[in-house]
């Protein structure tokens, strides 16, 4: 499980879960989704400094991981698995 939360700019933000795109679309500023997957969430957004995630899975419980860039460029496929590691 991952949440997206977007701010203080919105961003376009795209979702897979599992090899299926479940989500593409804008974020607006404030706001936040949820997405979930049996084995692996793939992420990519417009807007890196304005795109924090938290990770959930089998390893870490509502790990948040903080913006994802400290400028507006895009990232592009920030995949998760079931047992992602991180610090």
């Known amino acids: 499980e991952v949440v997206v939360r977007i701010g203080p700019d919105a961003a376009n933000v795209s979702v897979n879960a599992d090899g ?49 860039g400290t400028t507006t460029e895009a990232k592009n496929d920030l995949i998760f698995s079931k047992d992602t590691q991180v610090q």
């Open 20 to 68: 299926k795109d479940i989500f593409s679309g804008t974020m607006v500023a404030g706001s936040e989704q949820t997405f979930r997957a049996n084995e692996t969430i793939k992420i990519s957004t417009s807007n890196a400094s304005s795109t924090q995630l938290i990770l959930s899975n089998t390893v870490v419980t509502k790990k948040d991981l903080g913006k994802v």
